[in-house]
């Protein structure tokens, strides 16, 4: 995990809606191409790894107003971001991110692991400062259908159930996420198992498989898809 932090010269909540509004990353997240809300708590990343476009889906696990955004990868390579923000009076903040990511998947050609990652962070946050100080981010509302209104108490949390108020690293809550999601595959293929002996006893037919994601994989055989594989 790297961790880095920045001062800027905005109010806070100014700050906190341009972070909380995930369709902005791409304007200062290296490497994103667009992230598109899927629900109030999801979100789809289309991004560009070593000129390889690459998919996932991501759990946003926090969005606690003019405090906190947090969120995680949901199967695959692991990428999740907790992003603290702190009031330094009326017109500046200070933004403290810590990043864990798979660096194999993000930078597969990079051999320099970690201080790349690092660097790419600072680079990221110095980029979101730039925007934010000369007005080209600041002003735009927070999508309604996302966690957080302005009509939110000022210390009202929005979390997944069984994450704590207190949130850990990126790498154990993504870790939370990827536990919940295999259980609910388990429960499914149960389900699906009683279905099948359903039919063969005359029953009724099953419902088709739900979801969004691709059955396709790649080669981490994760749902994770290229333009190649697209066709």
Do not use: C
């Not at 695959?76 to 702190?86: K, S």
């Not at 600041?138 to 929005?158: D, E, L, Y």
């Amino acid at each position: 995990m790297v961790q880095q932090a920045i001062e800027v010269s905005a109010p806070l909540h100014t700050v906190y809606e341009q972070l909380a509004a995930f369709e902005n990353y791409p304007r200062f997240m290296t490497g994103v191409r667009q992230v598109t809300a899927v629900g109030s708590d999801q979100t789809h990343w289309i991004m560009d790894v070593d000129g390889k476009r690459r998919e996932f889906d991501a759990q946003i696990i926090e969005r606690s107003p003019d405090e906190r955004v947090s969120w995680s990868t949901m199967e695959g390579p692991l990428l999740a971001e907790t992003i603290t923000l702190r009031p330094m009076g009326e017109t500046k903040t200070q933004i403290v991110a810590q990043l864990e990511a798979d660096v194999a998947f993000l930078m597969p050609s990079d051999r320099h692991g970690q201080e790349s990652l690092n660097r790419r962070l600072k680079d990221d946050l110095t980029t979101f400062k730039g925007l934010v100080e000369s007005g080209v981010l600041g002003g735009r509302p927070i999508p309604q259908s996302g966690a957080s209104s302005k009509r939110m108490a000022a210390h009202s949390h929005t979390l997944l159930p069984g994450v704590a108020a207190d949130p850990a690293s990126p790498a154990s809550v993504a870790a939370r996420i990827r536990n919940r999601n295999a259980a609910a595959k388990a429960a499914l293929a149960d389900a699906a198992t009683n279905t099948a002996g359903a039919e063969n006893s005359g029953g009724v037919a099953g419902s088709a498989r739900m979801g969004g994601r691709t059955g396709q994989s790649d080669m981490w055989g994760t749902g994770m898809i290229n333009e190649e594989e697209r066709g």
